[in-house]
Structure formats: C-alpha cells, structure tokens
C-alpha cells in the first residue's frame, strides 16, 4: 500500500460536524497535538512537535469545508533533544529565521469526509515553496469526529521538493507529519 503523500495538516480536514455558512470552526488549542517523524538511514526515529500553531476550518456556503493552518518553525521541537531542535529549525532543514511559518491551505472538501475518512488536497507551503500535496484523514473512533475523539490524518512528504535536502547520508527523504485534532465548543445533541 502506498504510503500517503501529505499527512500532517490532514488533521485540519477533520473539522466537520454541523455548522452554517460563514461561520468558522477553531482548534482546541490544548487537546490538539501536530508532530512529524523522520527516519534516521540507522532506523532511528526522530519525533518532533509544532506546540505554536493556528488554523480554522471555514464552511463555505455551498456547504463544503475548507481548512487553513500555520504552525510556527522557531518553535518546533524534538523533545529532550536541544541539538536536534536547532538542527530542525536551522537554515538546513526549516530555516525558522527566513521561514517562520509552514503553511497548508485544504481545497474545499465535502465534510462528511470526517465520518468516513479519505484524501484531502490542498496546498502546502514550506521554506517559501508551495506544493499541491493530498493528506489522508483516517476512519474515526467515534461519533462525534474533532469534539468525542481526535481526527487523525498522516501523510508524508518529500523534503527535498521543499529545499530541505541537506544531511541525505544520515536522514530519510521522507518527513511524516501526523495530526491529532480536536476542535472548541462541541455543538450540543
């Protein structure tokens, strides 16, 4: 099975649920967690967390969704490993002082794609250089998708595609970002 070209901001997806035109659809900041691992060419797996983002997800008035989200590079992080977090925010790998931001913006999506799961498209903006990328949301838990459980999406990403193509003897090419989001103010049954 291919393993899904985008996945971090898939998450963004996720937020669906009953909701009118115009209206927008917020993160829960504190339950909602955007990370991405690489592999190390020794089997390593280096994790790392974006704990400064924002986004939304918009419904359009045609009734479709559409998600925008930014997670900020000067302070991403690999956890317990300082020399690690300079590397990744470092001019060889996200270059936070030129780029602070990653940016992904979804291409309006049918929201019932958070009760079954499947591919988002969108636009995804690294170091100053935009991809159209395709996340995939995965099959929810539960009910009530983003509010009784996380919406989770995965896909990797090429780093090279995004100027990111340096230290290729010891890491992989592959970056996998992985989503769990929850969104505020759960609509009442």
């Excluded at 070209?5 to 669906?16: E, F, H, N, Q, Y």
Aim: a positive charge.
């Amino acid at each position: 099975m291919p393993v899904p070209r985008w996945g971090v901001l898939l998450t963004l997806l996720l937020l669906a649920g009953p909701a009118s035109a115009g209206q927008s659809l917020q993160f829960d900041m504190a339950h909602s967690r955007f990370g991405f691992e690489i592999r190390t060419r020794f089997g390593q797996t280096i994790e790392g967390v974006f704990p400064n983002f924002d986004g939304q997800v918009m419904v359009l008035p045609d009734g479709r969704h559409q998600v925008r989200l930014r997670m900020y590079t000067r302070d991403v992080e690999i956890p317990g490993k300082p020399r690690y977090t300079g590397w990744m925010r470092g001019e060889e790998f996200f270059d936070a002082a030129q780029h602070p931001v990653v940016e992904f913006s979804s291409d309006p999506y049918d929201p019932d794609i958070t009760r079954r799961g499947g591919k988002i498209d969108g636009t995804l903006s690294i170091r100053g250089i935009s991809r159209r990328e395709t996340l995939r949301l995965q099959e929810p838990e539960c009910e009530r998708p983003g509010y009784d459980c996380d919406l989770i999406s995965r896909g990797t990403v090429q780093r090279g595609r995004y100027g990111m193509d340096s230290w290729q003897f010891a890491l992989s090419d592959r970056v996998i970002f992985i989503l769990r989001a929850r969104l505020a103010g759960a609509p009442q049954l």
